[in-house]
């Protein structure tokens, strides 16, 4: 009875690792599929799909939907205006997913490619994602606003991550 019973638990360890495995690995595959989306949707100018995979906290700070739809329309308008123009946007690895205050959370490497005023400027940056299970999505928040201590105490009070999370990169050269 000992060895069955030893044995059985065994076995039930054994599975539930294995099951822990694929369902992170299912949430790194589904946080690298929606840090995609969003890179494109803001590559394309479709701020509408944008704002599907902003965080909720970062949407309401913004006064809602509409208010950040205008904002960040009057932002990339002006940023045309002076010359900007999108060459490439694309989401490129995730980090380990992380189980911390109830929800998965992990950092997606994302690079872009711009030029503005006879300048290619290349940024290597990290969106940090949470699992929004419901939905079956993950919501991003720019890295730089986890630096901004103010903002996120507002957003998300007390956050606190195991995550080391790496500096944004960017070189520039002339074209």
């Known amino acids: 009875m000992n060895k069955t019973t030893s044995t059985i638990l065994m076995l039930l360890l054994f599975c539930s690792s294995i099951s822990f495995a694929q369902s992170t ?3 790194k595959t589904s946080a ?4 995609k989306r969003i890179c494109q949707a803001t590559f394309k100018m479709d701020f509408n799909k944008s ?3 902003m965080h909720p906290g970062f ?6 939907n509409e208010m950040a739809l205008e904002l960040l329309k009057s932002k990339f308008n002006t940023m045309k205006e002076a010359g900007f123009v999108f060459e490439k946007s694309d989401a490129l690895e995730v980090s380990d997913v ?3 205050d109830g929800e998965y959370r992990c950092y ?21 994602g949470i699992y929004n299970a419901e ?5 991003f928040i720019d890295i730089k606003q986890l630096k901004n201590e103010a903002m996120m105490n507002q957003v998300l009070p007390n956050f606190k991550t195991s995550l080391e999370i790496p500096d944004d990169e960017v070189t520039t050269e002339d074209i």
């Not at 690298?32 to 840090?35: F, M, W």
């Not at 949407?59 to 809602?64: I, Y």
């Open 51 to 53: 704002i599907d995979y």
């Open 135 to 139: 939905a079956k999505s993950w919501y």
């Open 98 to 100: 992380v189980l911390e």
């Open 108 to 128: 997606v490497e994302a690079f872009n490619q711009v030029t503005m005023n006879g300048k290619r400027i290349k940024t290597k940056s990290y969106l940090f």
């Open 25 to 27: 690995q299912e949430l």
């Open 59 to 64: 949407l309401k700070m913004m006064g809602g």
């Open 32 to 35: 690298l599929r929606d840090a």
